[in-house]
T-cell receptor, first 114, second 116 residues
Framework: AQSVTQPDIHITVSEGASLELRCNYSYGATPYLFWYVQSPGQGLQLLLKYFSGDTLVQGIKGFEAEFKRSQSSFNLRKPSVHWSDAAEYFC????????????FGGGTRVLVKP | DTGVSQNPRHKITKRGQNVTFRCDPI?????LYWYRQTLGQGPEFLTY????????KSRLLSDRFSAERPKGSFSTLEIQRTEQGDSAMYLC??????????????FGNGTRLTVT
């Protein structure tokens, strides 16, 4: 069975500083990996996805993530954070054998200081 | 693409009452998923449909929960005899037919259930 761990529950970052959110997954085969963002009271919006190929993937809103098979990680990064990036971020792993359903991590809440 | 629509956005009910939520997926999407999200947690899978067939149910889905997707379009999630532990955000998502890879899920804004 697949699982996802996001070790950081909260991260506080200053506006303009860089951001990195950690994600570790567990899955026996090649994973399909996703990052979603959720603003308060809203649904989840897809930031980026990794299926295969280049291990550095670009997403929306200036985010990128790097897949490292040896570390079973898929960390999300942004070089310069904006106040509007304050939200909760979820990493997820999916599998075709599992009907494309996604398994989510517990999330990381990002607070942005002015 | 009008997005995934969920109704109602909020529902407050008394313990023991039945509630029903509706999800309208993106029109060309044949897969529909229900997730539950409690405060401070990630979404947890409940069940999913491919067209009108319910293909998988999580063990989280007790016998008080039932989901349907008649005609493979909209879906309903009913909770009977609600309990305070059912208080959560219920998220619906849809995805198009997969090819060689899997398709990302498109989420609605959820229905927040409060059981008093």
């Amino acid at each position: 069975a697949q699982s996802v761990t996001q070790p950081d529950i909260h991260i506080t970052v200053s506006e303009g500083a860089s951001l990195e959110l950690r994600c570790n997954y567990s899955y026996g085969a090649t994973p399909y990996l996703f990052w979603y963002v959720q603003s308060p009271g809203q649904g989840l919006q897809l930031l980026l996805k990794y299926f295969s190929g280049d291990t550095l993937v670009q997403g929306i809103k200036g985010f990128e993530a790097e897949f490292k098979r040896s570390q079973s990680s898929f960390n999300l990064r942004k070089p310069s954070v904006h106040w509007s990036d304050a939200a909760e971020y979820f990493c997820a792993v999916g599998a075709r054998a599992a009907g494309n359903k996604l398994t989510f991590g517990g999330g990381t809440r990002v607070l942005v200081k002015p | 693409d009008t997005g995934v629509s969920q109704n109602p956005r909020h529902k407050i009910t008394k313990r023991g009452q039945n509630v029903t939520f509706r999800c309208d997926p993106i029109s060309e999407h044949n897969r529909l998923y229900w997730y539950r999200q409690t405060l401070g947690q990630g979404p947890e899978f409940l069940t999913y449909f491919q067209n009108e067939a319910q293909l998988e149910k999580s063990r989280l889905l007790s016998d008080r929960f039932s989901a349907e997707r008649p005609k493979g379009s909209f879906s309903t999630l009913e909770i009977q005899r609600t309990e305070q532990g059912d208080s959560a955000m219920y998220l619906c998502a849809s995805s198009p037919p997969g090819g060689t890879a899997i398709s990302p899920l498109h989420f609605g804004n959820g229905t927040r259930l409060t059981v008093t």
